[in-house]
């Protein structure tokens, strides 16, 4: 399926999902809202191709609207959404981010615009519910700081092709990781100060992702910001915090391991500390605690590798350990 997709143009915002707000239909203090009928007789939309039909809506410029498509049989209609204006230039379109399978756009109005709202379909026909509705108060500083870190981000991808070296292009990639990092602290607050509003809960989930990437990172500068982050962010992430921190130590510490750097025990130690506070505090972690501490001690550079006990083309057993202080290659293959 595809997700939310929106072409460069001033003003546009590539978001994964959206929240309801304050309301107002075409200037009035009401939810612009139509139920409609895709059929199979109803002209082609000329993108997707399939049936459509046109819903136009005033929008004013620099706000924030949501639009939703919603399906009344998931079996019969999978919504899809497209956006253009006036003079029919496509701005945006989704197919699944209004949740599987309903359609959703988060969309900043450039212009003051009558827009074309494309009701549409990935597959089938049938009943639907359409809804604009102007953002919150919330949901537009939301999207203000996802904006602010977008660019940002848009900047480090147009140097990365022009790095020459990989020193270079590590560094980039460092930077664009710690990008990642200093977005969780607004994040996080935004989320404890606007707790009541269902921007909340997106901003929540953009702290999660971001921490699942962060755990790809060896920078010390992540590091840095996740230390702060478990000790001034809200509670309820803590232990998810301590595991990315975890993961991002253990990459720093092979990376100082291979420059030999004499104080990459003091990281082990850390990771093990950490590890151990995570797996007697937060049970509902106790999985991912294991996963990472059998990395640790099994999967890390500079730690003894995992046994490895076989039998040769000839019926003789093995096992790794008997080859212990020798160059190995291990390759694994198979006949049929």
């Excluded at 399978?101 to 597959?123: L, M, Q, S, V």
């Excluded at 900047?155 to 930077?175: S, Y």
């Excluded at 990281?267 to 501490?293: F, M, P, R, T, Y």
């Amino acid at each position: 399926m595809q997700r939310l997709i929106v072409w460069s143009l001033a003003g546009l915002i590539l978001v994964p999902a959206a929240w309801a707000g304050g309301d107002k239909k075409n200037g009035n203090d009401k939810v612009f809202k139509i139920e409609g009928t895709l059929a199979k007789d109803d002209p082609a939309d000329k993108l997707r191709k399939n049936p459509h039909k046109v819903h136009e809506y005033k929008m004013k410029a620099g706000a924030n609207y949501v639009i939703d498509m919603i399906t009344k049989n998931a079996q019969e209609l999978d919504p899809y959404l497209r956006l253009e204006d006036s003079a029919g230039k496509n701005l945006a379109e989704d197919d699944d981010g209004g949740g599987f399978p309903n359609a959703r756009i988060i969309f900043k109005a450039p212009k003051d615009d009558t827009y074309r709202i494309i009701a549409t379909a990935f597959k089938g026909v049938g009943d639907y519910t359409l809804t604009v509705r102007v953002a919150s108060e919330a949901q537009s500083i939301l999207e203000q700081l996802k904006e602010s870190l977008g660019t940002k981000q848009k900047e480090l991808f147009k140097q990365f092709p022009a790095a020459k070296t990989e020193e270079a292009r590590q560094k980039i990639t460092d930077r664009f990781y710690e990008l990642t990092a200093d977005s969780l602290l607004p994040l996080s607050e935004f989320a404890q100060k606007y707790a009541d509003d269902p921007a909340a809960k997106e901003a929540k989930n953009m702290v999660r992702n971001n921490l699942r990437q962060l755990e790809q990172s060896d920078s010390p500068g992540v590091g840095k910001v996740l230390r702060t982050l478990r000790e001034k962010g809200p509670k309820e992430m803590h232990g998810q915090v301590s595991l990315a921190l975890s993961q991002n130590l253990r990459s720093q510490y092979e990376r100082s391991y291979q420059r030999k750097d004499k104080d990459a025990g003091k990281l082990l130690k850390e990771i093990e500390d950490l590890l151990k506070h995570v797996g007697e505090n937060h049970a509902d972690l106790a999985s991912q605690v294991k996963d990472v501490q059998f990395t640790l001690k099994n999967l890390t550079v500079g730690r003894p590798a995992m046994e490895i006990e076989a039998e040769d083309l000839d019926t003789k057993t093995f096992k790794l350990s008997d080859y212990r202080g020798k160059v190995v290659v291990i390759d694994f293959w198979g006949h049929w």
